[in-house]
């Protein structure tokens, strides 16, 4: 049975990764599981966080440095640190997971060993205080509403860890997670959706309308530049893109008609997610700005 590192990502986050850490510390541990941390922090923040719960977690608990920033680059760093042979399953310092999350993930990994494993995402207004209370917001919520979660929650096999790396290309932007999903769905790998829940919350919700518009801008953007990046064609998909936005456009008018504004502040950043994928660069632009507002 091939070895499975948790992978946890942080930078300047000392007590979210507290948190996740006693969270992990109450789950039931497989054997061939293990913990990295890996800190994206100059000052190297988490180190106190992981010295402080070395001694009582119930598993090897590893710490790394990367000081030089970036979403793909500290990525890179939890991959280049797992030995041949290994799986490893990444998680944002920011989640938080239910009772059962450890053992659901490397259930799969045993049951499909060369397979891409993601959890899927359960974003809430405040996460909960208690493992009773995720426990109990899991059983609230009908798991197959959820979506796939991006790269907090996903399992990359032993053959993905050995052969595939994320793309500085998207250090400060994002879509690291689509663009390396992308690759490994191109080179036959299947996806395998657990049935299991990362929780975090919702950071975009709370934020001002025109930021919300930004950042759905900028993320539709992305998708289209990291489709054209890799060489795949993007007449069908931005004439598709272009269609959805004039239909986003009209639900968000009806809605603002019928004094509806949360939907219809809904609508219209899903219209101005669109309009970026329909419109963004022909040809990708060497270098990426940093992703805004969150």
Not at 261 to 274: D, I, K, M, P, V
Request: charged fraction near 20%; aromatic fraction near 6%; charge should be positive.
């Amino acid at each position: 049975m091939e070895p499975l590192v948790i992978a946890i990502c942080t930078r300047a986050r000392p007590t979210s990764l507290r948190r996740l850490l006693d969270c992990l510390a109450e789950q039931s541990w497989p054997a061939g599981v293990s913990v990295l941390v890996v800190d994206n922090d100059r000052v190297h923040s988490a180190r106190m966080v992981v010295d402080a719960v070395a001694q009582t977690f119930p598993v090897a608990l590893d710490y790394v440095t990367q000081e030089r920033p970036g979403y793909a680059t500290v990525r890179n760093a939890a991959l280049d640190r797992v030995v041949a042979g290994t799986a490893i399953c990444f998680i944002d310092d920011d989640a938080l997971v239910p009772p059962g999350w450890v053992e659901a993930m490397r259930g799969e990994q045993v049951r499909h060993p060369d397979a891409v494993v993601r959890s899927r995402y359960l974003h809430v207004p405040q996460s909960p205080s208690s493992s009773q209370a995720l426990t109990t917001l899991v059983e609230r919520t009908r798991i197959v509403d959820l979506r796939p979660a991006g790269t907090s929650g996903l399992l990359l096999p032993a053959k993905a860890t050995r052969d595939f790396r994320f793309d500085s290309y998207f250090d400060h932007s994002g879509a690291e997670d689509m663009d390396l999903l992308a690759r490994l769905q191109t080179q036959g790998f299947h996806e395998v959706l657990a049935d299991a829940v990362v929780i975090e919350d919702d950071r975009v919700q709370v934020l001002a309308q025109e930021q919300q518009r930004q950042l759905a801008r900028w993320n539709g953007r992305l998708a289209t530049i990291a489709m054209a990046r890799r060489g795949s064609g993007t007449l069908g998909f931005r004439a598709s893109a272009l269609a959805q936005s004039v239909w986003a456009s009209a639900q968000a008018a009806l809605r603002r008609l019928l004094g509806r504004r949360a939907a219809a502040q809904a609508y219209g950043n899903l219209a101005a997610s669109r309009w970026a994928m329909a419109t963004a660069p022909l040809k990708p632009p060497k270098t990426l700005g940093s992703r805004p507002v969150v």
